[in-house]
C-alpha cells in the first residue's frame, strides 16, 4: 500500500507539473529590443521606440533588455543573442534589420518577433513565391510589423505646405526610394495640390540616408527651381534639404519626430514636422504581447489612432494663418473619418 500510495504522490506531482508548464508556456516573456546604429539617445526612433517598449514591460512586470548596434553586422548576432537568452519578444528598430529579424523569426517560431517601419513583401525577407509572408507557409507567422501610415501624415504636411507657399512651388529632398519615404512624398504632393491647385512639386530620391552634403545640394537646386518649402524626408539626407532652406532664410518640415528637439540649428525655419509616434507604437506592441493579444501580420500607426502626426508649430505658431491651421484640422478630420484619398495605392 504504501508503494502504491507513493506511486500515485508521484503521478500527482508530475501531472501537476505538467499542468503548470502547459500553463505557463502562454506567459509572456522577456522584452528585448534591438537599436539600429545611432544609439539609444538619438532623439529619434531608437530613444522613442526603447522609452516606449521599456515604460510598457515595466507597468506590464515584465524583464527587460535592450542592446545598439554598431554596424548591420551586428543583426544577426545580436538578435541570435536575445533569442539564446530566452527572451519572449524581440523588438527590431528600421527597415535594414528586415532580413535579420525574418530569418530568426523562421528559426524560432515560438518566439514573438516585431519590426519597426517594415512591412514585409517578396524580396524584402518574404518568398517570392508566398502572396502572404504572415502564414506558416511564409514563416513570418509570429511576427508583427509595425508600420505606419506616412502618406497620412504626409498629406497633412502637403496641406501646410501648400498652403504657406508664396511661390507655389514646394520641394522634399528624399532618401532611399523605399516604401516607407515613397508614401510620405505621395501625401505631401497630393495634400498640397489640394489645397493648391496651382502648386508645383519638386523631389528627388537620394540612395542614402546620411548624406547631408548631397541632400543639400538637392535641397539648393530645389530653391533654385523657386521652391521656398523644403520636406526633408530621409535621416541626414533630408537634414540637409532642411539646412539648405534655413540658409536661405525659407521654410522646412521635419520628419519622423519632432525635429524641433533634434535639429535646433534649424528651429526657426521649422514650420512643423510629420512625425511618427514610435513610442506611442511600440508601447502598444509590447502591451498587446503581455495581454496576450499581439497579432501577426502589419499593424498600421494612423492620424486615429495617434501613430503619426504633424508636431507643433513652435516658433510659427503665431506667424501660420488661422486660414492655413484650418485647412491642416481640415484634412486632418478627412483622413481620420476616411474622407480624403491621399492618393497612394501600394
Not at 521656398?228 to 532664410?249: C, K, P, Q, S
Not at 540649428?265 to 503581455?290: H, M
Amino acid at each position: 500500500m504504501t508503494r502504491k500510495r507513493v506511486s500515485i504522490g508521484l503521478l500527482i506531482v508530475v501531472l501537476s507539473s505538467a499542468v503548470i508548464s502547459a500553463c505557463t508556456t502562454d506567459e509572456p516573456g522577456k522584452v528585448c529590443v534591438v537599436l539600429d546604429t545611432g544609439g539609444e539617445n538619438d532623439k529619434g526612433f531608437n530613444e522613442f521606440t526603447l522609452k516606449g517598449a521599456r515604460e510598457a514591460a515595466q507597468e506590464a512586470g515584465l524583464d527587460f533588455a535592450h542592446i545598439v548596434t554598431t554596424s548591420d553586422e551586428d543583426y544577426v548576432p545580436y538578435i541570435n543573442g536575445f533569442v539564446e537568452e530566452g527572451c519572449g519578444l524581440i523588438l527590431t528598430v528600421g527597415f535594414l534589420m528586415a532580413q535579420a529579424t525574418a530569418e530568426a523569426a523562421r528559426a524560432n517560431p515560438d518566439i514573438r518577433f516585431a519590426i519597426i517601419d517594415v512591412e514585409y513583401f517578396p524580396g524584402a525577407g518574404c518568398p517570392e513565391d508566398v502572396d502572404n509572408c504572415y502564414t506558416t507557409a511564409g514563416g513570418l507567422q509570429n511576427v508583427t510589423s509595425l508600420t505606419f501610415a506616412e502618406d497620412q501624415v504626409g498629406y497633412l504636411a502637403g496641406t501646410l505646405a501648400g498652403c504657406m507657399t508664396q511661390t507655389d512651388v514646394i520641394g522634399s529632398v528624399s532618401g532611399m526610394e523605399i516604401p516607407p519615404v515613397e508614401r510620405f512624398v505621395t501625401g505631401y504632393q497630393n495634400g498640397a495640390r489640394a489645397v493648391n491647385p496651382e502648386v508645383t512639386t519638386l523631389n528627388e530620391y537620394l540612395p542614402a540616408f546620411n548624406d547631408a552634403y548631397a541632400g543639400k545640394r538637392v535641397g539648393e537646386r530645389q530653391i533654385e527651381e523657386g521652391a521656398d518649402v523644403i520636406f526633408g524626408v530621409g535621416g541626414n539626407t533630408g537634414n540637409g534639404g532642411l539646412l539648405a532652406a534655413h540658409d536661405m532664410g525659407l521654410m522646412a518640415i521635419g520628419v519622423d519626430v519632432d525635429q524641433y528637439y533634434t535639429f535646433p540649428e534649424i528651429t526657426n525655419s521649422l514650420l512643423t514636422s510629420a512625425s511618427k509616434n514610435v513610442g506611442v507604437v511600440a508601447a502598444k506592441a509590447v502591451r498587446d504581447y503581455a495581454n496576450g493579444m499581439l497579432e501577426n501580420g502589419p499593424r498600421k500607426g494612423t492620424v486615429s489612432g495617434d501613430g503619426v502626426g504633424l508636431a507643433p508649430y513652435h516658433n510659427w505658431e503665431d506667424k501660420i494663418p488661422e486660414a492655413c491651421k484650418s485647412a491642416v484640422q481640415k484634412a486632418f478630420e478627412g483622413l481620420r473619418n476616411g474622407d480624403i484619398d491621399t492618393g497612394y495605392s501600394q
